[in-house]
């Protein structure tokens, strides 16, 4: 007979050993004892999205950059209504914005944070916004055009 919830404890310790083995995460967020990590704790009243609270939760990259680990994504998104929606998400007090050129909505998105920058919602330098590359735009060469057109649709010199 197996026992499928100690199966699935075992195979979490396993990807739990193999993410601290490759620096993904900390040896510090597990208790000594059970080498699991701590229980999700559901954040209180405080919580903010803006980035500039100490309650904001989130995640130190390797490179030292801080990332929102709540992001505002915008995969199917209507069009007509991504652009309006990505400024109340801003307004709302989010910092990151998770966006791909196959979602088909860069160009609204970048009108949306040209207005947002205009209006002085928010400074690109307090946004962390990631995007995607589609399965077809791997190829080394493809790569950077890929990169600029998301970069030039978007209105922003950078991904983060």
């Known amino acids: 007979r197996i026992n499928t919830q100690n199966k699935i404890m075992k195979l979490t310790r396993l990807s739990i050993i193999i993410a601290v083995a490759k620096g993904a995460i900390k040896t510090s967020a597990f208790s000594a004892s059970s080498n699991m990590p701590p229980a999700y704790t559901k954040p209180g009243p405080a919580f903010d999205l803006t980035g500039t609270s100490p309650t904001t939760p989130t995640y130190k990259l390797n490179s030292g950059h801080e990332m929102p680990v709540v992001a505002y994504g915008t995969f199917r998104s209507a069009p007509g209504e991504v652009g309006p929606a990505v400024i109340e998400a801003l307004k709302a007090g989010y910092r990151h914005l998770d966006?791909?050129?196959?979602?088909?909505?860069?160009?609204?998105?970048?009108?949306?944070?040209?207005?947002?920058?205009?209006?002085?919602?928010?400074?690109?330098?307090?946004?962390?916004?990631?995007?995607?590359?589609?399965?077809?735009?791997?190829?080394?060469?493809i790569v950077p055009q890929a990169c600029d057109t998301s970069l030039k649709d978007l209105q922003i010199d950078h991904f983060d």
Do not use: C, M, P
């Open 99 to 141: 966006l791909a050129h196959v979602y088909g909505n860069e160009k609204e998105i970048g009108g949306a944070l040209k207005q947002a920058f205009d209006e002085g919602i928010v400074k690109r330098e307090d946004l962390f916004i990631t995007g995607k590359l589609w399965n077809s735009d791997h190829d080394v060469d």
